[in-house]
């Protein structure tokens, strides 16, 4: 049958289907539907939305046969995986991939729908109108043939067939997509062969370097040992599909023909992908990560091969060299950055639910790593994040490090002519990959922090976040990059290695400037404030905190960002900031900190911030000595009869990004609502207000300092005739000392990130939105019933 012709007789099936009952027992009908040749662009152009869901709604019971026979052709070919029935199985994949996301729109997360939970989730045949429909789909009255020749429909495996035995069809999916990503000669090879390459051994864990030993108990995790348990260790560790964490291999990266399989395995991730958007149907104020059963069933101790699957796609991701041309002849390049892009899509869905995983290794009597019966049989285990926790070799450690650095550089190293290197898409789901080793491993900072060069990750967030700053649609892009900055930055040895130099010429119109990697950062949140979305203001406080917490750090400051601090100052100091919100003051203090932080603790070598303090030192003054009178009388220049004698603080700040900017220097007022004013909500100055003010903005070490070192500039641009180079001055500022003449040096105050649930919701909600868009050539989602986030559609695109 030819494409057109296959394509046409596939459409008249789907419209038959869409317009009048077809029984279960027309074998004739059915039987040809699977065996039409459709490609996965056929199945969804011929089944659009508004078909899926008219098949739900008005012939609910020709879904569920197709969705039930489609399991059954699944489970089937697990059981007996010949390859004359492969392309069969894609067709069912195909189909389930389809179809699945609006059973789920009248899912337990959606709206719910007594026949969709009965279909998914029912053990017996109520809701299908005739006990015998199942039975004929998985086997019962089937008649068997040869070995070799049953028919795909004709049966299921023995344990489900006894009805009091049998397992609902959605764990039934969700298992066969579990397996099929490890079926040989589908998606790996015959792992039992002694002819085909080594076998890849695991890791040992038993082997422990002394970096190792330091940075477990530097973190404080103690081995536990156990009688038995549930193994993590990866078996058979052959069927991975790339070596890396978990498995070794003489050299990393990818044995020859693995990608042959690289169609395949994109076709069913995309159906797993598919079984796991239960979340899209959840509003955001509902969303409980512990509810879905769809992903509580591919997450649990006992899901099949989900170790391996942790490893293939945590490996095939980590192994992804932009820059590398393929490996293999005859295979397309394009499936494998589509299987790397799916591949980090499906791990961070897998990640993003149920409890986070315990760190603490746990090992049986063999020595063998395992998780206590218990635990595993928890409410809310997952697998997934359980193996992400456990993870503590340094060489595993700098293998996924290196691997992030690599594929985050692509952002900028794809656009610069000078290198040829192929454009990877997912770096939004890479940031949030990123974000939970961090978040959930507690060796992965430390150990990217004291083993690694973190300037190799903070170039690529640098340049996201200056690249997308006016987009309305990347400022969940930014967002992300700052959470990462924010929490990195509470580690004092992040602000100790920012101060290696910075050398690249990155391809935007990021200023000229000769500095530290701190400069690079600095420069950065400066442009995002004076020349970002207005939705950033929200996070003006976080990037001010940032520049807090490295600044103790900040050895050498060059010119350039010296400027861009002070200019931060006056701009903050202005009326239109200054009087936008109650609180917009701790902006100022943020920066005061900033300046005394340095003036204290490296006042040798940064004679640029100083001398730019001294050329701004009337902003300084004129905040010092603010009077009441003088404020009320700005306030109500600037925003007129905006202004009221209510104390007038943004609703907008109660909003989840408000809240998902959680920091705490344990102070109790520094809660996220109180740190991000908008601009644009004024409020009347009192003299109450003032008050707080004075107490709040640490000047006394600025004010000294201006109280010094003005007389002594101001006598060298009178001796020149105001006549006078610049690096003059900088020269002498660099020879005064201030010891004695500055207050004593204040202790260092580092905000650490704190995690809250709705810092948890905005990832999940930002995540799926990512995937959601992302997956739009294919569409594998309709946004109509999507309640996470919302969905807009612009008029061209209906």
Known sequence: MGQSASKEKFGESVQALIKVDISADDADFWDELWKIPSSAEEVFELIPPSAARKLRDDRFENLATLF???????????????????????????????????????????????NVEQLCWGTGSAGLGNDEKIGLMIGGGAEKKEEGELPMSAKIANKNVD??????????????????????????DFYEDSTLPKHRPAIDKTIVTKEDKELRAEAGLREKKVEWGVPLDPTPTSIIWAPGVGVTATELGFDAGTRKYDANRVEVLRLLLACSCDPLYSPADEYNPLAS????????????????????????????????????????????????????????????????????????????????FDVASKGGFNIFRTLMARIDTGRELTFIYNGFARLLRNVY????????????ECFQELLVLFWKFSEENPLFVKHALLRCNINDILVPICFLMYRSRRDPSQIGLVHICTFILLKFSGERSFGVALNKQFTKKLPTDLPLFRGCHTDLLVITLHKLVVNGAYKLVPLYSCFLTIIANVSPYWKSMSLVAAVKLVNLFELFSSPKFLYSGEFAYRHLALLLEVFNNIIQYQYHGNAHLVYAIVRRKDAFGQLASLTLERAQAACHKVYGEQTSQQKNVDAAMKSMDAKAIPMSNNNAHDDASQNSEVVGTPFYPTQEWLEELKDSLPMEAVTRLLQHLVPVVDDIVNKKSGVVDEQEILDVLNEITMVGLLPVPHSIVIRKYQPNQYTALWFTAFMWGVIFLRNQSLPLFDGECIELFQVSLDDHDE
């Open 293 to 372: 059963r769809w992903l509580g069933v591919a997450t649990a101790a006992d899901a099949p091969n989900a170790i391996c699957l942790f490893y293939s796609l945590l490996n095939t991701i980590l192994n992804y060299d932009p820059r590398a041309m393929p490996v293999t002849a005859g295979f397309s390049e394009g499936n494998h950055v589509k299987l790397v892009e799916l591949s980090t899509q499906v791990l961070c869905v897998l990640l993003d639910c149920g409890l986070p995983g315990t760190a603490e290794p746990v090992s049986d009597q063999n020595g063998k790593e395992v998780v206590e």
């Open 68 to 114: 039930t026979q489609a399991v059954a052709q699944l489970c089937q070919i697990v059981e007996t995986p010949y390859s004359i029935y492969f392309d069969q199985a894609l067709n069912c994949v195909r189909v389930l991939t389809r179809v699945l996301p609006f059973l789920l729109e009248k899912g337990d997360l959606g709206d719910a729908d007594e």
């Open 413 to 424: 190293e794809a656009e610069a002519t000078y290198i040829s290197s192929r454009r990877l």
């Open 163 to 188: 009805e009091d035995q049998q397992e609902p069809l959605a764990l039934l999916v969700v298992h066969a997509c579990m397996h099929m990503l490890f079926l040989p000669q589908f998606t790996c």
